[in-house]
């Protein structure tokens, strides 16, 4: 208990850190979810708190905040959801996934091919790149559906290997997709984008004035009650659905009550549900920075090297393709950021990198994506083993 303690301890100090030096000093041009993940990987890695949480080592916090605090960010940040706007915006997200979700099996074939992996990784060298196009598509769920198909899991160096890389890789590219609508901006054809670039310097992008509220304790025990509440009606949901021969996610059911709710005139005048959703979504974050085991990587010796050349090539070729069509095609920045984002890290890490951006519009598209993301992740992962990567490479 003592250690679960300090480690939440830890993890809510630098949330605080980072939104006090957003506010205070010169890293307001960084963000604080950048702040969060880069100020919680150091952390993790000078060996302060945990760099991962395995069955063998468990750490109630990081499992505790994926299961439950993650679900219910998302269930309190869906609670403003315009869905005017979202109609706007849904056609290109989802085109803009979907090319996403072609590029990374390009980009996965690619990366193996140049590292030559059926000589450098070995006979599982499909297995592997099935596993990562499954996870850069929908997330760990599928990344686990193929190791478990392919049995990798058996292969201990091999499977560890892939979570320690895939887990870097991701932080890495949830920090890009951060920063590059940022940079890109002065580049980019598209109005919006024109018209957003003023706001890059200021509140809109950062959050700081949005994610302020004045709460009272009324306030407070609606909000959580209502969120605790819809997230066990969703997991109930799930399970009866399930025993019927229906699997349906849990989180797009609970999409679908915060939605519903949020279509009433009184969820408007909740207050709290940005603030809470926002709190969530950086200790998210920081657990995402946490799980960047550097150390690990480096223990992997010349595999490890080979695995980091693989998924960075991998994914590099996903945002190559997907910013380069969005360039082509003047699609907005902000758009093609959140879903390479679905993609490679996820919905909840998407809908952190909508907020950032100052997009509300893109919340419940970025959830939706990342959802659709993990119904196509297993057969992609499949398709990339078992048909792709042998006739490319044998």
């Known amino acids: 208990m003592s250690a679960s303690l300090f480690v939440a301890a830890v993890l809510c100090g630098l949330v605080a850190l980072s939104e006090w030096l957003v506010r205070k000093t010169p890293a307001r041009h960084i963000g604080s979810a950048l702040l969060v993940i880069l100020l919680t990987a150091v952390v993790a890695n000078l060996g302060l708190i945990p760099t991962g949480s395995t069955a063998e080592a468990p750490v109630p916090v990081y499992d505790g905040i994926f299961s439950i605090l993650a679900p219910l960010s998302i269930f309190w940040l869906l609670l403003g959801v315009d869905l005017r706007a979202v109609l706007r915006a849904g056609p290109a997200v989802v085109g803009m996934f979907l090319i996403g979700t072609a590029a990374t099996a390009v980009g996965v074939l690619v990366g193996m091919w140049v590292v030559k992996g059926p000589e450098t990784i070995g006979p599982s060298f499909n297995a592997l790149g099935g596993m990562f196009a499954g996870t850069y598509t929908g997330g760990s769920l599928n990344f686990n559906a193929v190791a478990i198909g392919y049995r990798v899991m058996e292969d201990g160096p091999l499977f560890a290997g892939a979570v320690a890389v895939d887990n870097i890789v991701t932080t890495v590219w949830i920090m890009a997709t951060l920063a590059l609508p940022r940079l890109l901006i002065p580049f980019w054809p598209t109005r919006t984008a024109a018209a957003d670039a003023p706001a890059a310097a200021e509140g809109p992008l950062l959050g700081i004035e949005d994610d302020t509220e004045t709460l009272h304790p009324l306030d407070l025990g609606l909000i959580l009650g209502l ?66 085991d550097v150390v690990a990587l480096r223990g992997l010796g010349s595999l490890g090297m080979t695995l980091l050349a693989f998924t960075s090539i991998a994914v590099a070729v996903h945002g190559l393709v997907v910013f380069g069509v969005a360039r082509v095609f003047r699609v907005d920045l902000a758009i093609a950021a959140v879903t390479s984002q679905a993609n490679v890290g996820g919905g909840t890490s998407a809908l952190a990198l909508a907020r950032s951006l100052g997009r509300d519009d893109l919340v419940l598209p970025a959830v939706l994506v990342g959802s659709l993301g993990t119904a196509l992740g297993t057969f992609v992962g499949f398709w990339v083993a078992g048909v792709a990567l042998p006739l490319l490479l044998g």
Do not use: D
């Open 227 to 292: 969120g605790l509440g819809a997230l066990w009606v969703s997991e109930w949901a799930a399970g009866a659905l399930a025993a019927a021969g229906m699997a349906v996610p849990g989180i797009l059911i609970l999409t679908v009550v915060a939605l519903v709710i949020a279509q009433f005139p009184i969820a408007a005048r909740l207050k709290g549900a940005r603030l809470l959703g926002m709190v969530g979504v950086y200790l998210f974050l920081a657990v995402v920075g946490a799980f960047c």
